[in-house]
């Protein structure tokens, strides 16, 4: 599974962007698919997940009020929809792939895109 995320860029404090992670496969049928971030200096973290078959998701507790993931099974596609952005926010997000079992773990997933810059300005 090769993946490719894309849609970060600048935004100011309190905007909003929609990141997008596209699959080389035909169908992302019987995966989850997990949002991660990684802001400078620390360490990749969970994020968000969705499971494709079912649409079951989970957030981080320190993002579930303002990031949703959704899938397009048309366009077999993973979004992240991300609003009243804070400086905080600023990371490189990645999407990820794994087999059937929904994880926050980074270590579980086997399948990762290049990573997309969001960057925060106050």
């Known amino acids: 599974v090769q993946l490719q995320a894309s849609g970060g860029g600048l935004v100011q404090a309190g905007g909003s962007l929609r990141l997008s992670c596209v699959a080389s496969?035909?169908?992302?049928?019987?995966?989850?698919m997990g949002w991660f971030r990684q802001a400078p200096g620390k360490e990749r973290e969970f994020v968000a997940v969705i499971r494709w078959n079912d649409g079951i998701t989970s957030y981080a507790d320190s993002v579930k009020d303002r990031f949703t993931i959704s899938k397009d099974n048309a366009k077999n596609t993973v979004y992240l929809e991300i609003t009243s952005l804070k400086p905080e926010d600023t990371a490189v997000y990645y999407c990820?792939?794994?087999?059937?079992?929904?994880?926050?773990?980074?270590?579980?997933?086997?399948?990762w895109g290049q990573g997309t810059l969001v960057t925060v300005s106050s």
């Open positions: 496969e035909r169908t992302f049928s019987g995966y989850v």
């Open positions: 990820a792939a794994r087999r059937l079992y929904l994880s926050t773990i980074v270590r579980d997933y086997g399948y």
